[in-house]
């Protein structure tokens, strides 16, 4: 080594800093803490990060080329192409300069320690060469294990062991490891080669063959690499060299990109991975050697009790071999009393040292326990909320620090039905989690037959290989989806996140054939119309209607969302049209109803048919004839509503949507029309299906959601809006006559300019607020107050002039995102947007994640704006916008004084606003 | 008069400064330049208009919020009430202090000039009192004339005169002005006394009463006075004050508060009216005296020669009376020619001075000439634009001071039909020119009746006392629209300008009877079906088919537009769809096209079939089976454009609409399904029908302008993009190959989002541009600009994003418009604007003329952040905006390129831009 030029690469174990993850990766540094907390690790070293970005940088930006288009998730064949092409030419990279003179040297170093020389068969060194990021991605890069082995090696162990057995069953298993993993050749020619082996042998399992027919795998597996790659390395120096490379290889495999994108692990977070060489330790040479794997606290359910399990005699494969079933840890307290203490010791300095709960690796050799690995556990929703209170508890964590251990993502699945935990059944299949919720359906293949048979009342659960624009009907029948093919980001997962449907996708055991309407799963078959259940939070597939249960929050919820009302900026309410959503809301804490449409109140019969006769009015006198005994009607509801917030600010929304959302389709009624025509009916009756048709079409416009709507009716039928405000207003003026404080906001929607203000205040707002004061003998106008939604975009861009017109501001983002982008909700959410997301033209959907460069930017000019002509305003966002953590960070970062969310997303939007506020109290 | 404090109110015409006409008014001023000119004027002084404010300041508030309800145009109920508010303030209002002092002081100079004395029978001087505001609003205020007359002075006067009658003519006519105008005593009252009295002698005209039939009128006025008023004041000092007073109180009145309305002058440029008085000359006193007007230029049709009329023993208002007709000025060449010499000289003098064509009134009293007023003369909008070229060609004017001459609006009123000039017809009923253009049609008075006569191939005009939303399908229906109530925004005139058809509006000499479809003008019966003729410009209404003229450019309009073109900085270019259009667009001066939408050139049948079948396809294969022949038909069109185009850009926008606006309506498919049935087809031609109407319904749209359109077409089907540009591109190389220098630049429409245009360039655009340069052997990208328009809020909000990935920006401001104020304008214009506009909640159409506030907003954010990242960006707009003239002058302060309009208003924006650059030239 050693021009000056050089960088530093490699790091022992007792010299690296372990506070540096991104250098070391997340199992590099675990070992450097426990070395240096003076716990026993096997000796060894980390190569950086650092080493592998260099190893990368030659070919930078075509590997991430290849890799944004792999992110598209293409189909099989082309995916294949583009892993073929990133694996060419990784292959052809050097190494960088010096790494390996580095890696000598350490390799000495190690020597030193254990005693052992690395290919000396008489006392070998073997070593694992271990993959290991910044963030964990378990299981998503490679490890290999013992090597250093090769046909003198293997010897020498078989002699020093006393266990030729242990010694080929090593060199067999560390040849088609290395062969697989580093060399690239496929598992299977190595399993055909041990199958006949086996049956040539007569036996089972892998731990009956004898030692020669483990001598013979040896040599078939080395006739195998060198078939199809070349003479295998005897050379431990040259095994190394490979394998490192190969670590650094399998950073870009196809998993763990996918896993990164899934997860949202950016380059800041973890850019490539580190490598650890560690000299072996075999937990299988005896009776007083094993291994295992401890959790601090229960990973399921967050109790505070140590949780693991141990095999004694056995290998870490072993366990996945699964011939043998491990034990509970209490075990090994029985078995190993001392060692059991020295390990639990160890963890509550590690969990202490590491604020979480840690998941541990040891193995036993010989009566000597050594830790491999130690990483922050990762849990349930439910365990994680459950730890990060006892945590605090335990004086371990800050509250703050406790806030950010909870994404607001936990939160929300412990709001969607879940599989029973009492139900003990394996899933028979898993994907990704992609929209959550557990749900039992009976099996369809076809969209159209989903429709038929949910019609027919059916719970189904729609199964395709994947999804595509024409299958979205088939979305909306289904009480779920589940997908054989297809990423987080995939047609299936967009719409059955937007449209709010569980979904599983990418569930690859599945096998699909749609002529015999049927899936199997290996042997088992699943016919159309059988029921199966999906979970799209865990991606669990199970056959059969398995035991669901609605979510019930324990205690630990409430005392952390305590702790994140203490610290959120942000004002959380609710969005509650009828009484059960205001029970709701204010069980999950909201501070007020956010958004009250009017619009749901107007279901029931008997009122839609008033509110039709409204609309149908041709003069006012007609409208306020329907009117008055409509807004009678709904007074109740918003007295009982009222009441349910008592003390609560409750907005409510004055008409908004299009009329004629309230009328049956001009199309429907031709064709009951021309079929009363064809049946025959009097003149009369038709006469009335003609007038209702030409009224109804005459109402119709092109554009509804940018016609005449909202204030726009008040400005036109200012009868219409005194009539609504007079029913919110008397509910109040009672209420407060029956000694309650009521606390009425009224929110005129769909303002463009602030004239319009003006003018339903003056010529409807205002005067029935004054009829009821007189008429109540009590004055309102100083206890209420008088606000818009905005949700044009001239809204914000004016909010100066409007601002002064109102005492607060609401954001519609839903309406507000369509106006940005001219994107109308209703066309394409099941249209192209899936299309424009899974093409890359679009990052998220805009709908569900507000949009920084455009949405944002006008509601943040629309709040300096009216904050700056009126001190006074209160600003808050109703958009559905408002339960989502990403767009409460933009909205705490705006400065705006409260989001509202539907109920179930209070929680969500309580704990997201504590993350805004830590995040930019840290940042500012 | 006296204290310091007393601010100077009176100013005589020798010591006011002529140039201050906010001071002294229009008529004051001039006055006092003729004076200190050394021309001939009685001896008079004015009162300042900071007098007249002065007079009204006591109650500014109160008054200016009535004008305001006044200037919404309420029912004449209403509005009578009103006024009777206004009138009843300004009653009670003291006139400013000391004001009067100094009228005293100024009146006794004016008897000493004089050498008459105010109020002497002996020697009496007699004085006019008239209005005269900043900018002149003939015949709109008030003016009294022969103040000073009593029952004494009138005998002294027909002592001096030796002329009884004429002294009682003048004080019968100065009792009944100063009744009517200073006491506001309806004038009915004194016609039927004056009537009665005519009568009485068996005579018709007024000039026929005898001398004690004028006495007795003058009894029994003053008697109508005493019983309307109180007794009618001797004194001419009071006399003089109530005057002045009733003049201050004209600036308030209805016709005044409408014409500067109407006529859109602020109060920064008129802010009430001064007052002048004037020692009386008289034209009546023998055939030595005469009355005339002169025009320094033909105001018709712009000649140069002096134009007026004169009439010998004559007071103006005989000529009013229209009992004598008045001589073309020749006469008085021939009766005065000293006089007509010395009139001539000084006007041309005035000419020069004042730099515009003059009107002249004068009076000749015994043989000497008097200057009543001189004034900028109104002219025909094609006398304007001759005389303004003409004014320079004499060196009087500057070419930029010429510019300003003329309004845009003069020049767009030269490009429509007009009334054939030599129709000498005259009209039957005046109203207000509400939407230009001449046209003829059959009368009806009802919508319905205009829709079905429409459909039956006749040209209709639609008569209405005014007009409501449920009027507007007559007017799509008829080629103009006539009302007898109603002002320039009143609902026919917004609508008829909005939809382009030509109106005259509150013609209120028109009687309409609905019930014997017939309107009346006086004795003149009009009925249903009979053909009328109304000029949208001048607001005159014709009995019958009058001639009309399709527009003839005369040669100082090119003259003058080379000199706009000089001027102004913005490029001016036409859109232009089909080849006549880029016809026109050249011959009118455009420097290329702005926008060319492709789709026009699909209306012919056979291509609309084949678009049909492309948008009805089920997959790309059949897509591409009907593009190949459709873009083949297409590249005539688009090669004969670049032809015409040569050397001048043209861009061309890629497929921008719905798709479903190329399909017949689903309910059309619906209903022609139902119908074969009941007649019965047979089952093939069912099944085709119920596919058609499966797909149509399919394909059909919430909210289509926010749908599946523009760039998101070619990001779905990029085929359509690609066989579109393969056409343009194809069409600019065979005409490169042929020696021509066509100009391509492809517009990219309704994109959002950066990565739209990354995607189709990739995938579309720039594979069809390598295709033809492969197949045409000539390098093309070079040639050509790719750019985008910009049509959502969030490309403004994004453009740096955007102007990255573009050669060009052009605003489509009506998309721009919708989407700002959230206002679909297909579903608003013919619905709640016109009610937002007329009762003041929108103060003009924001698509005809750009919204400041919001859209120019969004204009400028987009421009100045597509600028900064692309240096090298042309940004224009090719939004129907780029024809009008105030939009023009925002987008020229925002500092874009060019603005891109219909070939007609190609003209307008030229004279409109050059207009916008010497206003900020003059600013900065």
């Not at 075999?282 to 959790?295: A, H, I, K, P």
């Not at 008397?730 to 407060?736: G, K, R, S």
Request: proline share 5%.
């Amino acid at each position: 080594m050693g021009s000056e030029m050089t960088k530093k690469y490699v790091f022992s174990f007792e010299e690296g800093d372990w506070r540096d993850k991104k250098l070391l990766g997340g199992k590099g540094a675990s070992l450097a803490q426990m070395v240096q907390l003076g716990l026993p690790v096997p000796p060894g070293f980390t190569i950086t990060t650092e080493a592998c970005r260099d190893f990368y940088s030659y070919e930078e930006e075509t590997i991430e080329k290849l890799v944004k288009e792999l992110e598209r998730g293409p189909p099989p064949d082309i995916r294949d192409k583009l892993i073929g092409e990133v694996w060419k030419i990784v292959d052809r990279l050097p190494v960088p300069e010096g790494l390996f003179e580095q890696v000598k040297v350490y390799v000495k170093k190690l020597e030193e320690k254990s005693g052992k020389i690395f290919g000396d068969p008489n006392k070998p060194l073997l070593v694992s060469v271990r993959s290991g990021a910044a963030v964990s991605m378990p299981g998503m890069m490679d490890t290999v294990l013992n090597l250093g082995l090769n046909d003198e090696v293997v010897k020498g162990l078989a002699r020093l062991t006393n266990n030729e057995w242990f010694a080929y069953d090593a060199y067999r298993r560390f040849l088609q490891m290395f062969g697989r993993i580093v060399l690239g050749i496929k598992e299977e020619l190595f399993d055909e080669v041990f199958k006949e082996i086996k049956s040539k042998y007569g036996v089972k399992y892998d731990v009956e063959v004898p030692v020669e027919g483990l001598k013979e795998a040896v040599e078939r597996f080395k006739h195998v690499i060198q078939r199809e790659w070349g003479s295998f390395p005897q050379d431990p120096w040259v095994q190394l060299e490979l394998a490192v490379k190969a670590v650094f290889r399998s950073w870009m495999n196809p998993r763990a990109i996918f896993y990164r994108m899934a997860n949202k692990i950016s380059k800041k977070e973890a850019d490539c991975t580190a490598v650890n060489v560690v000299a072996m330790v075999f937990g299988n040479m005896g009776w007083d050697s094993g291994t295992g794997v401890l959790f601090t606290r229960d990973v399921a359910n967050g109790e505070n009790r140590p949780y693991g399990e141990f095999l004694p005699n056995a290998q870490g494969e072993d366990v996945v071999a699964g011939i043998r079933t491990p034990m509970p840890l209490d075990k090994l307290k029985e078995m190993m009393p001392q060692i059991y203490d020295e390990l639990i010791k160890a963890s509550k300095v590690l969990e202490r040292l590491n604020k979480d709960v840690q998941d541990i690796e040891f193995t036993i050799e010989k009566g000597k326990l050594y830790f491999l690995q130690n990483r922050d556990a990762k849990m349930t929703p439910l365990a994680r909320v459950k730890t990060a209170v006892d945590l605090v508890m335990d004086g371990i964590l800050t509250k703050e620090e406790a806030l950010l251990k909870v994404k607001p993502e936990h939160i929300v699945s412990l709001l969607y039905p879940r599989i029973d935990p009492k139900y003990k059944g394996k899933p028979i299949a898993k994907g990704l989690g992609a929209s959550p919720g557990a749900v039992s359906g009976q099996v369809v293949f076809h969209p159209d037959v989903a429709v038929e048979w949910a019609r027919n009342g059916k719970k189904v659960i729609l199964v395709r290989v994947e999804t595509k624009p024409d299958d979205v009907h088939g979305f909306y029948a289904a009480v779920g989806v589940l997908t054989s093919r297809g990423g987080m980001t995939s047609h299936a997962a967009v719409v059955a996140r937007a449209i709010g449907k569980s979904a599983v996708v990418g569930a690859e055991a599945i096998s699909i054939n749609y002529d015999n309407k049927e899936f199997r799963v290996g042997d088992l078959v699943v016919r159309e119309g059988e029921w199966i259940t999906i979970d799209g939070t865990s991606g669990d597939v199970y056959v059969g209607k398995i035991p669901t249960v609605e979510p019930e929050l324990i205690s630990e919820v409430n005392v952390l969302l305590g702790w994140a009302d203490e610290v959120r900026k942000l004002g959380v309410r609710a969005n509650a049209d009828v009484p059960e959503d205001a029970v709701l809301a204010r069980k999950f804490g909201a501070e007020g109803i956010g958004l009250l449409r009017i619009e749901r109140m107007f279901r029931k019969p008997e009122r839609l048919n008033l509110l039709r006769k409204v609309i149908l009015a041709e003069n006012v006198e007609e409208r306020v004839k329907y009117l008055e005994p409509l807004a009678e009607m709904i007074k109740k509801d918003f007295k009982e509503i009222l009441e349910i917030m008592d003390g609560l600010p409750v907005i409510i929304r004055l008409i908004d949507p299009p009329l004629h959302e309230f009328l049956p389709a001009p199309e429907e009624i031709l064709k009951e029309l021309y079929e009363s025509k064809i049946k025959g009916v009097d003149d009369a009756a038709l006469k009335e299906f003609e007038w209702l048709y030409n009224r109804i079409s005459k109402l119709k416009e092109h554009n509804p959601m940018m016609g005449h709507r909202g204030v726009r009716v008040g400005v036109t039928y200012p009868e219409f809006y005194y009539y609504l405000t007079k029913s919110m207003v008397e509910a109040t003026a009672e209420l407060i006559k029956e000694g309650k404080n009521p606390i009425l906001e009224i929110m005129i929607p769909q303002v463009a300019l602030a004239s319009e203000i003006k003018y339903v205040k003056e010529k409807a707002i205002l005067p029935a607020i004054k009829d009821v004061e007189s008429r109540y003998g009590i004055s309102l106008l100083n206890k209420l107050k008088i606000g818009t939604m905005i949700e044009t975009v001239r809204a914000c861009l004016t909010a100066d002039e409007i601002a002064k017109e109102v005492d607060f501001f609401s954001y519609g983002t839903n309406d507000l995102t369509q106006a940005t982008f001219s994107f109308s909700r209703d066309d394409i959410e099941g249209k192209f947007l899936p299309q424009y997301i899974e093409s890359g033209v679009l990052m998220y959907n805009p709908f569900e994640t507000l949009d920084d460069k455009g949405v944002a930017k006008l509601i943040e000019i629309g709040t300096k704006l009216g904050k700056s002509s009126n001190q006074q305003l209160e600003v808050g966002i109703c958009g559905e916008h408002g339960g989502d953590p990403k767009s409460i960070e933009i909205l705490h970062r705006i400065g705006l004084d409260y989001v509202s969310a539907s109920p179930y997303r209070v929680v969500v939007a309580r704990l997201a606003a504590a993350h805004a506020a830590i995040k930019y109290k840290s940042i500012s």
